[in-house]
């Protein structure tokens, strides 16, 4: 692992790695890296299961894939870190954001954000290519139905990715 890629763990316990879903649209790893510090705070996400890994789970310097979703071709575009613990995600209770949710309020928040801070831009590495790597088939991504925009990512898979499938870089 190369300096560019080397993940930080909290002195609690070893860094954990995940795969954090953008629509580039909304947020690509170029809005990241353009952003200050190079660092966005992760809105939108209403799935309990995903909420829950980022509450319950996620720690700053945790290891992030960045990918693209819902777009021409979907794929890891970058590298990032998780980059703050979890707060209310203020969309939650904005009438005018498409992440509005009426039942949810200040007193008692249903949804969370963190920041992500983008490390650095890959070169696209498709769903397709992904499949190609027999050591890869259990990632969640690439599991049938599986539409989460979080998911965990097994160290061996983030070694085979920012290792050989991206030559160390």
């Known amino acids: 692992m190369t300096a560019t890629t080397a ?6 316990r070893p860094p954990r790695y995940w795969l954090m879903k953008s629509e580039p649209e909304e947020c690509s ?3 990241a890296l353009a952003a200050p510090n190079a660092t966005v705070p992760w809105t939108g996400v209403r799935n309990y299961q ?5 509450r319950d789970e996620m720690q700053v310097g945790d290891g992030v894939l960045f990918y693209h979703s819902s777009c021409p071709e979907p794929g890891i575009a970058g590298i990032a870190r998780v980059a703050s613990s979890t707060r209310p995600d ?3 209770f904005d009438p005018d954001s498409p992440y509005h949710d009426p039942k949810s309020k200040p007193d008692q928040p249903r949804w969370l954000l963190l920041d992500v801070q983008a490390l650095r831009k890959t ?3 498709s769903l397709a290519e992904l499949r190609e790597h027999p050591d890869l088939a259990p990632m969640r991504v690439l599991q049938r ?9 097994e160290v061996a898979e983030w070694e ?3 290792g050989r499938l991206l030559g160390g870089r």
């Open 50 to 54: 995903a909420r829950n890994f980022m």
């Open 160 to 162: 085979a990715i920012t």
């Open 7 to 12: 993940i930080t763990a909290t002195p609690h």
């Open 90 to 92: 203020p969309t939650q």
């Open 29 to 31: 790893i170029d809005d």
């Open 145 to 153: 139905g599986n539409r989460l925009s979080i998911t965990p990512v």
């Open 123 to 125: 070169r696209l590495i």
